[in-house]
């Protein structure tokens, strides 16, 4: 099956390709499509995380893993994209570029029969350029989940032993 799938990038203006990529793609390939789509060079770190439909990140799935031991992330490679991205849960985050943190936002669109004589991917349709540099990130926690005013408190009760590990 074919997969037709907006990516957009985290901007204030409209910056979108539609790609055309086979389902059965893993993840390492979809994530070459989209750099190349958006004119990386692609020799950056990347991740795409699992989302709900609020687009609330949920798990990594790695072009590496960097840890020191093998952890259990998943990697790219080894994951297919219909096997993430399905008619029930089509949307994925996706990072290129920890450093300059550029967020795109996937979608699937449509699932299709394969068209004959198609190479894929393929891109559909392209809108707007990527600017010089990705678009400024505003991290900010929920005040709600930590009371950074009440933390402290009793710093000054402790003695050295236990401010120190």
């Given amino acids: 099956m074919i ?4 990516v957009i ?4 203006d409209d910056i979108f390709r539609d790609i055309e990529i086979e389902g059965s793609t893993t993840l390492e390939e979809f994530h070459n499509a989209i750099t190349q789509a958006f004119g990386f060079l692609g020799n950056e770190m990347a991740s795409f995380y699992t ?3 609020e687009w609330h990140q949920d798990e990594e799935i790695a072009l590496f893993d960097m840890s020191e031991s093998g952890s259990d992330v ?3 490679s080894q994951v297919l994209l219909q096997d993430v991205v399905t008619e029930s849960s089509t949307k994925l985050i996706y990072v290129y570029d920890f450093l300059s943190m550029w967020t795109f936002f996937v979608e699937l669109a449509d699932i299709v029969e394969r068209t004959d ?4 991917p393929n891109i559909l349709f392209s809108f707007g ?6 678009p400024e990130k ?3 926690a929920d005040e709600s989940e930590f009371d950074f005013d009440n933390t402290l408190d009793n710093y ?3 003695d050295f032993d236990e401010n120190w590990n």
Avoid: H, V
Wanted: glycine share 4%; charged share 45%.
């Fill in 9 to 12: 990038l985290d901007a204030e």
């Fill in 156 to 158: 000054e009760d402790l």
């Fill in 74 to 76: 998943r990697l790219m």
């Fill in 117 to 120: 004589g198609q190479i894929y």
């Fill in 51 to 53: 989302c709900d439909e």
């Fill in 129 to 134: 350029e990527i600017p010089d540099s990705p």
């Fill in 3 to 6: 997969y037709k799938i907006r």
């Fill in 138 to 140: 505003k991290f900010e």
